[in-house]
């Protein structure tokens, strides 16, 4: 399709604006499928190398602590590509540096070198950046009514690879066997693969960029076309609308939670006899749990509010850490509440994002997403460096109900938003 429409010149009608976010919302699609399938079978190896190279539990949480490192470090970067050139580079170079991190992990692992192999998981988080932004560019030309729905169906492509990802370990665990490699290197080699190909069919498929088009549309209305503004200055930005604090909050505590739990949940169970293959079943029900119902949770977020829905990820997420701290040795209710932890993250991102898209103007939207999507990547990464030490003190349990304690100041900010904003109308939250 040309891309005559994200230029100046030209008028973008309503039906214009429709059909090409039909066509964007369909590649970050496609992309996030086998993108997902590079996030998914990190997430279910990445532990066990770790405590495979170092021995120690406290260290094992150190895999997923530099993935979430790595997506803090790169979100600012990345989204300030694609302020100047358009999501597509800036996606597609996120791809990128997620496949070269998948290679550097290989290299590491087969040396034995676990310096390298953290720098390795800090550049897979560039994946993990990657497809955390493509819910931002699914919100480029999204109309106010529908952008909850949208940015929640490319959260939800991410289901199919992210739940065959870590599945992928029994069989790909023999591919790489005869590669000569470690049946643990088996789903980085998926890792590394899903990553290029998702670099290839964003710069493929992405055209024209939605964010070049709405910023020639945003110009040709006679608005600001961005505000350059630095980390602390967009924080000060964010603080000052109560709607983009609660949001950026709510947003952070969900996935600080979230990978406090996910990230020992693998150890926990290997500790207690679990065999790889149901390891990975629960991550991947887990995964499911983030991703397979975010349709309906974008849905439920443009028709109740955001601001209930963000509250009621919060009870979820309480529930999870309940279920899961509670289960002992029993696999089944470990799963349970996996799932449950996957979904009240679902809820909090879906929900959070729309709510931080709505309540800032459009010319400082898109740093704000950047300083959004930062903040809760270092959430994520302190959380992921505090799991494993918890869980060594105070057990699985101890480290649920530490994870728990975050869902308090959100719930707290959140009820008080509905008690201010009652009789507003539900799109505002």
Known sequence: MSTHTAQPGGRLTEETRSRLQRRTVLALMLAQVVGGI????????????ALELTGSD???????TMITLGAAVFALPLSS??????????????WVLGALGGTVVIAATVLGVFTLF??????????????????HAAADLASERSRGRDLSIVV????IGSVAGPNLIGPSGSAAVLLGLPALLGPVLFTTAGFALGAVLTFA????????????????????????????????????SPGALLAVVGIVASHTVMVAVMTMTPVHMSHHGAALTVIGLTISLHIAGMYALSPVVGWL?????????????????????????????????VAVGLVLLGLGWSFGLVSGTALLAESLSAEVRPRAQG????????????????????????????????AALFTVPVSVLAVRALLVRRDRAPHAG
Not at 208 to 232: C, F, H, I, M, Y
């Open 38 to 49: 590079g996030m998914g079978a990190m997430l279910a190896v990445g532990a066990l190398i």
């Open 58 to 64: 406290a260290w094992s949480g150190a895999a997923t």
């Open 81 to 94: 590509l694609a302020a100047r050139h358009g999501r597509r580079p800036g996606l597609a170079t996120g």
């Open 118 to 135: 953290l720098a390795g998981m800090v550049l897979v988080g560039g994946g993990t950046a990657t497809n955390l932004q493509a819910r």
């Open 156 to 159: 939800w492509a991410t289901t």
């Open 205 to 240: 498929l992405l055209r024209p960029d939605p964010l070049l088009v709405a910023t020639a549309a945003q110009a040709r209305e006679g608005a600001p076309s961005g505000v350059r503004l630095s980390v602390a200055g967009t924080l000060r930005v964010i603080a000052a």
């Open 301 to 333: 977020t443009d028709r109740l509010g955001r601001v209930p829905l963000l509250l009621t990820g919060q009870a979820v997420l309480l529930v999870a850490a309940v279920v899961s701290g509670t289960a002992g040795h029993d696999e089944t209710l």
């Open 371 to 402: 300083v959004s999507d930062l903040v809760m990547n270092l959430g994520g990464a302190a959380a992921g460096a505090l799991s494993g030490v918890v869980m060594s003190l105070s057990g699985f349990g101890g480290l649920n109900l530490f």
